[in-house]
């Protein structure tokens, strides 16, 4: 697996990390031991990199995850969490107070003293472009209860506003094969200013696993029932925005671009981990199989896979597809 660096931090992170949003809530129920399951294969396949969320199961994913790490001393896991959900998403609420409170919160899950990276959960652009939201992260820095900080973004836009900010560490936006803007600006600037990118919802849902059909149906307490058209949260989040059914017809396009024994999401991972610019790429796992197949799509980074070829395919699907419908809104 390789390993990049964080940004500035010092610290190096896997190609490929783990997200954690399924083991708290909104994918259908995952048991604690099945999730504990999840994080040590990730593990045994060199990801050091676990991102969660304070509001990810009300705090459950971060408890887990600090439970099981607290097991496994000098274990080497950079833990990114997030912040900013617990509240309405509103000015106001994005206040030193309340980022404090935020803070030790997750401390307390992950039975830490010092996070190692803390990141905005897609505050309002408002938020994202005030001085006082990175002046309250620096006290948050000085005190010692966090290494490191950062801003996960729904919009381009929202991206190169955090990367302009001189002690952002990384941010965190959607991009696959789906969602190709953040090739436009995004990358290239937050190249240039060493800044990490991390590239999430990689798999669009499971759009891009390849396992999904028209007569596929989901659990009502999982967010691609109940968030198909932005009912809960911004659409974008759920499937990367398109629409299901034109997303199956273009996952089934790049599938059969690929050479024999080559699995789309593997092809999507390794593809998304070789862009210029991306740090880590944190697909999800609710199974051992899940974790050990995305960790070992960085295998194809190594060679053996044509990914120029992979990569005009995605052009093309997208450029036919769903550029007009996707690109303005991202």
């Known amino acids: ?19 954690t949003w399924q083991l708290g809530a909104d994918w ?55 912040m900013g959900r617990r509240l309405p998403q509103v000015r106001e609420n994005y206040s030193p107070e309340n980022f404090r409170a935020w803070t030790d919160r997750s401390r307390r899950n992950l039975g830490v003293e010092t996070l190692d990276l803390v990141q905005l959960h897609c505050p309002p652009t408002s938020v994202i472009e005030d001085d006082a939201t990175y002046d309250a992260f620096d006290e948050l820095v000085a005190d010692g209860s966090i290494t490191a900080y950062g801003v996960s973004v729904e919009t381009s836009a929202q991206a190169l506003a955090a990367i302009a900010r001189p002690n952002v560490t990384n941010v965190q936006i959607i991009f696959n094969p789906f969602r190709l803007k953040p090739l436009d600006e995004v990358l290239p600037a937050a190249a240039t200013a060493n800044v990490a990118i991390f590239a999430r919802v990689p798999l669009a849902s499971g759009l891009l696993s390849g396992k999904y059909t028209s007569s596929t149906t989901f659990a009502a307490d999982d ?71 995305n960790a070992e799509a960085a295998a194809l980074l190594e060679g053996g896979f044509d990914l120029d070829a992979f990569d005009r395919a995605v052009h093309d699907v997208y450029d036919r597809r769903l550029r007009e419908s996707i690109h303005p809104q991202w």
Request: hydrophobic letters at 40%; charged letters at 25%.
């Open 1 to 19: 697996m390789q390993q990049r660096p964080l940004g500035r931090t010092g610290r190096d992170i896997s190609a490929i990390g783990l997200g």
């Open 223 to 293: 967010h691609r029932s109940y968030n198909r058209h932005g009912e809960a949260f911004d659409r974008g989040e759920t499937f990367s925005g398109v629409d299901y059914e034109e997303g199956l017809a273009a996952a089934s396009e790049l599938a059969e671009a690929l050479p024999e024994g080559v699995s789309l999401p593997a092809a999507t991972l390794a593809w998304i981990a070789s862009r210029p610019g991306v740090t880590s790429v944190i697909p999800g796992a609710r199974n051992v199989r899940q974790a050990e197949s």
């Open 28 to 82: 259908g129920a995952v048991s604690e031991d099945d999730a504990a399951a999840v994080l040590a294969a990730s593990v045994d396949h060199g990801v050091t990199l676990f991102d969660t969320a304070d509001v990810y199961g009300d705090g459950r994913s971060e408890s887990i995850i600090g439970r099981f790490l607290a097991e496994r001393p000098g274990h080497g896991i950079t833990v990114a969490t997030k």
